[in-house]
């Protein structure tokens, strides 16, 4: 299992994942890697609780399909991951939690079929949040909440039962995207959402670069809230 395999890993140790395991699997030291192999189903499927925790610093978490249990991953406690290439679904809470003063880069993942938010970085963390398709769960797309900081780029985030993407509570959100350094900044498609395709209220400080697509969302983007909040918004195609 991962878990035997981790239990004798030293930092910085890879765990190459082949086929699916049904387990719950925790990242608790430096730079420990788990690495789906291609081409043979590579996964994780949680039993209950959380079905991956990462509390080193510098992990991976790379080409896994992921399911099952609570959250399927949740950052915390200082730690810091990249979650790359992953097939996130069908959890009982959230698809990403990022909390407790720690840091997530979320790049080129599905994030699908979760009950709660897909996405949330909340408790004084921070995350970049690139090229992902985040679509049809159960609340908010992406949630940055309690003094957290998040830049999203390139991302689609899409049919989501609430919210495209909501901020709350003294965080700063950068929703970038210049067409004229895409290999650098990318614009954000976010449509089709239940409510507001963004959200920024209760002292929430946001930047909305141009050239993002929010469209189709059932309530326009909504920049009130409590007083405190602050935004600089630029150009939305329609």
Known sequence: TITAALAVANSGATINVSGSCNENVTLGKDAQKLIGVPGTGAGVVGTGGNTIVTVGRNTRIIGLNISGGA?????????????????????????????????????????????NDAVIIRNGSSADIHLNNIHDNGDDGVVISGSSSADLDGNTITNNVRRGVALFRGSALNISGDPTVPSVDRPNTITNNGDRGILCSQGGGLRVSQNQTVTGNSTDPSFGGRTGTNREVGLFNS
Request: charged fraction near 20%; charge should be negative; proline fraction near 0%.
């Open 71 to 115: 959250d399927a991953i949740i950052v915390s406690r200082g730690g810091s991951t990249r979650i790359i290439d992953n097939v996130i679904s069908g959890v009982t809470d959230r698809c990403i939690t990022v909390t407790r003063h720690s840091y997530a880069d979320i790049t080129d993942n599905d994030i699908s079929s979760c009950s």
